[in-house]
């Protein structure tokens, strides 16, 4: 990423674009939390499932919790939120969820699974092309931020996220703002298969989360629209009430919404919730 | 004579994990069946997409199917008779997709055949010809996956079929490609259509190769598992109907093509 500084500067105006400066400190927060260092009595396993986007830094938390807490050992699914949903209401033995919108986490709250689940990051949409950028995806000249019509050439092959998962019902409304309903060629399962087919050369362009490109770094371009700077997906984390480990998994929610955890969620490109 | 019945009568120890390998086999398709909501089926069914569906998915499993046919019967002929040196190898590598990870087949696929890849990259630079993304690359991970089935089954057939034939078809002076066809074939015809209709099945089924290097868009390559699992994410209802009518289309296909064509060879 740093040995791209056009891509950087997109990045920074998608985040600046946005309102709000990653890595603000929010006020109040509490460096000691229930899940400070050391906490007596966190043991056993905790079970995590999370969106896909939220793999590189849930895994960072996740050994922070297991090092202040030798007897623990975090456990982690990584998949699509609605997969995750699914596989919640259907019994699936876990502490805590945390999905890519509000929508797969209501469909959890209206089954009584969890309560509380609370906004933790959000995440905005960027267009990334593979690292050569064949087709010459650029910036149109005038300043300002461009449509994301303005940057998909016609013909270019596209991928984003089926509607049924959060990154593709976010895919559809902003592909709809920009006049390009009919622009995708393929509905991936993931954010992070959309990526992949990015990354791979196999399409031209993908829309993606901003922590995603930061994911990726040098691997791909990315740039900033407007159509994604006015829609964002918010994610929210809750303590399952079924959960078999609810205080390691009270402990992880707390840690996400630490200082520390804002601040690793910021370093991988989330921003903070409104 | 008088041992006959005894032999089909079922010995106690085998009878009871007989028994509960049927319900284990056959309770999560009752189970599916339980579940349908047969009062939302008619709309269901009328939902944008599933005919889409199901249409390619029957096209491109039929197209599999007569590619590996077209591309199995002939290496299998070269597995079960030929004594070059290297055969054995040969086996073990075109029966890789068998035990490999369709994901993982995708992947491959899209190594070799994707834009970047080693002759997809060439046929993109030469013709223009892009296949990930398309029905052609479904038709592509579907063969990929199920041409296996079908050469074990065909090479099964060959090893047991009768070489005398053959044998006397060569000194009345026919040809080996004469012998082949008229000869050899009919021979194996049982194996070849058991082989094609588990492979046909196996096409039917692809998943994993499939949404890996075809994509997933309606109409050109989202298939009938593919819009399963989909739904499943967001309507589980719909995913039970398109599963019970994947489950209607592979049992009536199976029993139709066992009375017409297979005879005993199948059954």
Known sequence: ?274 | MSRAPDRTRVPAPLLVPAALAVVFLVLPLGGLLVRTPWSELGAQLAAPGVGEALRLSLVSATLATGLSLLLGVPLAWVLARSRARGRTVLRALVTVPLVLPPVVGGVALFLVLGRQGIVGSWLDDAFGVTIPFTTTAVVIAETFVAMPFLVISVEGALRAADGRFEDVAATLGAGRWTTFRRVTLPLVAPGVAAGAVLCWARALGEFGATITFAGNFPGTTQTMPLAVYLALQRDPDAAIVLSVVLLAVSLATLLLLRDRWLGRGFA
């Open chain 1, 1 to 274: 990423m740093r040995r791209r500084p056009a891509a950087l500067l997109v990045l920074g105006l998608v985040l600046s674009g946005c309102g709000s400066t990653v890595g603000d400190a929010p006020p109040g927060a509490a460096e000691e939390g229930p899940a400070g260092p050391g906490d007596p009595g966190i043991t056993g396993t905790l079970t995590v499932l999370a969106a896909a986007s939220l793999t590189d830094v849930f895994a960072v938390l996740g050994e922070q919790l297991e090092a202040a807490n030798p007897q623990l050992e975090v456990r982690f699914s990584f998949a699509g939120s609605s997969a995750l949903a699914a596989q919640v209401l259907q019994g699936a033995p876990a502490d805590v969820l945390a999905t890519a919108d509000e929508a797969q986490m209501a469909r959890v709250e209206e089954a009584a699974l969890v309560e509380g689940a609370v906004v933790f990051a959000e995440n905005a949409l960027m267009l990334a092309v593979p690292a050569d950028n064949p087709d010459g995806v650029a910036l149109p000249g005038g300043g300002g931020t461009p449509s994301l019509a303005e940057l998909v050439p016609a013909d270019a092959t596209m991928a984003v996220c089926a509607p049924e998962v959060p990154c593709g019902a976010l895919s559809a409304a902003v592909l709809e703002a920009a006049g390009l309903t009919g622009a995708p060629d393929t509905y991936e399962d993931d954010v992070r298969a959309v990526l992949t087919k990015v990354q791979l050369g196999e399409v031209d362009a993908g829309l993606v989360y901003v922590s995603d490109v930061r994911s990726a770094g040098d691997s791909v371009l990315a740039f900033g629209f407007r159509e994604g700077i006015a829609a964002r997906n918010s994610f929210p984390i809750g303590v399952l009430e079924d959960a078999p480990n609810a205080a390691a998994g009270q402990a992880f929610v707390d840690l996400v919404r630490s200082e520390e955890g804002r601040q690793a969620l910021a370093d991988a490109g989330f921003l903070p919730p409104r």
